[in-house]
């Protein structure tokens, strides 16, 4: 858990990461987590238990509780390394740990088969995409292959300090790199020319998806996953098997944002580990993002009026 690790400064290296072990924690992983196609009760249970530990006011039922979680979702403009931190006691931090872990945003996931038509890499900051890339690179070399890869990234100035990269600054013989990347899409064409992996991998035919940017509201907003997908569907991509690469705690939403957007699509995902580093908000974050893009998908329950409100229960 990461409140746990945090203590040993614990760091994953996706190089060194052991199939064995990472194949293992998977499927213990994904055999306790909450399938919300068919655990709907589980997936209420866990949430009201989440929002009552959090000692948030919240009505018992699902779509209700989908509503509440949305006070998490971050502000318009707003990026996740942005989020101010959450300060709760360290029992209270290890049972919401735990809540998360059992709804799937903790652990990582293995690709559920080893032949697919496209892996797609959804942007992040450029140590995510290189984080995403190693693990990419892992998985071939245990025999996971594909057929093209697709980068679905976009034109997000990248931020000091949340997209420094040492790959991206210096050659392998310490040379300045020049020019320097200025968005997303430059620091993904960067990473997929620098960051060690099989030649054989390096010589697929790779696609960079540069979705713009969009002005709303008096602000530039970046493109999301969805905005990514919709752009890369423009281009007239055939039908077949595609394995998301991502990490945690963005797995899950960004696994049913795929699926909802590419219908015609055999969907599978595989997620790196979630950074110990990772903060409780970014987590809170991405389990709205999930609940808010499941929200459509899910049966309608009866409504409930009682209404569980903050304090001991």
């Known amino acids: ?53 959090l000692r948030i006011s919240h009505t018992p039922n699902l779509e209700s509780m989908i509503d509440t979680s949305q006070i998490w979702r971050r502000k318009p403009g707003q990026e996740r390394w942005e989020l101010p931190r959450l300060d709760i006691s360290t029992n209270k931090r290890y049972r919401v740990f735990d809540l998360l872990e059992k709804l799937g945003l903790i652990a990582p996931v293995a690709p559920s088969t080893k032949q697919y038509d496209y892996a797609l890499l959804l942007g992040a900051t450029a140590p995510g995409m290189k984080s995403r890339l190693d693990y990419l690179a892992d998985w071939w ?21 949340a997209d420094d990269l040492d790959i991206l600054i210096t050659k392998p013989e310490k040379k300045k790199l020049d020019p320097l990347p200025f968005t997303e899409t430059e620091a993904a064409i960067m990473l997929h020319q620098l960051v060690p992996m099989p030649e ?91 609940l808010y893009n499941l929200k459509p998908v899910i049966p309608q329950s009866a409504p409930s009026k009682a209404v569980i409100t903050p304090g001991r229960h």
Not at 141 to 161: A, S, Y
């Open 141 to 161: 070399r245990q025999g996971v292959r594909f057929k093209r890869l697709i980068f679905l990234v976009g034109q997000r100035p990248l931020t000091p300090g």
């Open 200 to 290: 054989a991998m390096r010589a697929l035919p790779v696609e960079f998806i540069d979705t713009p940017r969009n002005w709303k509201s008096g602000l530039w907003h970046r493109p999301n996953t969805r905005d990514t997908l919709r752009h890369w569907v423009k281009t007239g991509p055939l039908p077949g098997t595609a394995l998301i690469i991502s990490d945690q705690p963005n797995g899950l939403y960004q696994k049913e944002v795929v699926k909802q957007e590419l219908p015609g699509f055999i969907i599978d995902l595989a997620a790196g580990p979630a950074d110990p580093a990772t903060t409780l908000p970014v987590y809170l974050d991405a389990l709205a993002l999930w």
């Open 1 to 53: 858990m990461p409140g746990r690790m945090s203590r040993f400064n614990f760091r994953f290296n996706y190089q060194r990461f052991l199939a064995g072990t990472l194949m293992y924690l998977s499927m213990l992983s994904q055999a306790d987590t909450i399938d919300p196609g068919q655990h709907d009760k589980a997936l209420t249970l866990t949430l009201d238990e989440l929002l009552t530990e």
